[in-house]
């Protein structure tokens, strides 16, 4: 079947306007994280959606970051006045639902954003 | 502070070879750890998981070991090919009630023909 799938691939942005990155998860999968990756850098944890429970936001970097899930499926990352600093690749994995960290991750292939 | 730190950052190989990749973690509670595959441009793919039970765990020509007492793993890749050049990822899960993944920055293979 069809794995995680994000778009766009790549996003030259200038600084200060927003950007909007989307995740299509595998059908069925409830649990649905957002993960950055900066280069040299081990990825880092933004958000985690399960079903319809609160999302985790604690590893959002600052306010300008805010994502949705809408009907439980696709979700969008919006950063809004974007900065240098954002620069990285934005990884989205999807997992059938969480297991206190037991469920395999899928993920998908990344947005590279670059703000210049 | 939860860490995980893997060595070497980078190595290259010939085609053929055998090569061992480490990773040492910090993280309390362990719950699992994991090794990924890194393609460029691509999304990280699961090779293995281990609990702290297993100290063994093998996908074909990758092997990995955990000890849990030292908190080291090991990935072992046995008659290299072109197409394992890739980054592998060492990943380990947080115990306690939370999801939490703690991910290594990873060692950058070459596999040169």
């Known amino acids: 079947g069809a794995g995680v799938s994000q778009s766009p691939s790549n996003k030259v942005t200038e600084k200060g306007k927003d950007v909007e990155l989307r995740c299509d998860p595998i059908?069925?999968?409830?649990?649905l994280y957002w993960y950055r990756q900066s280069l040299g850098q081990g990825l880092e944890f933004l958000i985690y959606?399960?079903?319809?429970?609160?999302?985790?936001k604690s590893g959002l970097p600052s306010d300008r970051f805010s994502a949705e899930r809408t009907g439980g499926s696709v979700s969008t990352l919006t950063i809004q006045r974007t900065q240098q600093e954002d620069s990285a690749v934005y990884l989205c994995?999807?997992?059938?639902?969480?297991?206190?960290?037991?469920?395999?991750?899928?993920f998908g292939p990344g947005t590279r954003l670059t703000v210049t | 502070k939860n860490q995980v730190e893997q060595s070497p950052q980078s190595l290259i190989i010939l085609e053929g070879k055998n090569c061992t990749l480490q990773?040492?973690?910090?993280?309390?509670?362990?719950?699992?750890l994991r090794w990924y595959k890194q393609d460029t441009g691509r999304g990280p793919v699961s090779l293995t998981i281990?609990?702290?039970?297993?100290n063994t765990k093998s996908n074909g020509r990758y092997t990995a070991t955990l000890d849990a007492d030292t908190k080291q793993s090991s990935l072992h890749i046995t008659a290299s090919q072109l197409s394992d050049s890739a980054s592998y990822i060492c990943?380990?899960?947080?115990?306690?009630?939370?999801?939490?993944?703690?991910f290594g920055t990873g060692t950058r293979l070459k596999v040169l023909a």
């Open positions: 994995a999807s997992s059938l639902r969480h297991l206190i960290g037991r469920n395999e991750q899928y």
């Open positions: 059908s069925g999968h409830t649990a």
């Open positions: 959606f399960q079903g319809n429970s609160a999302p985790d």
């Open positions: 990773c040492n973690y910090t993280v309390s509670p362990f719950s699992n």
């Open positions: 281990m609990t702290f039970s297993e």
């Open positions: 990943v380990v899960s947080a115990g306690g009630g939370t999801y939490k993944y703690i």
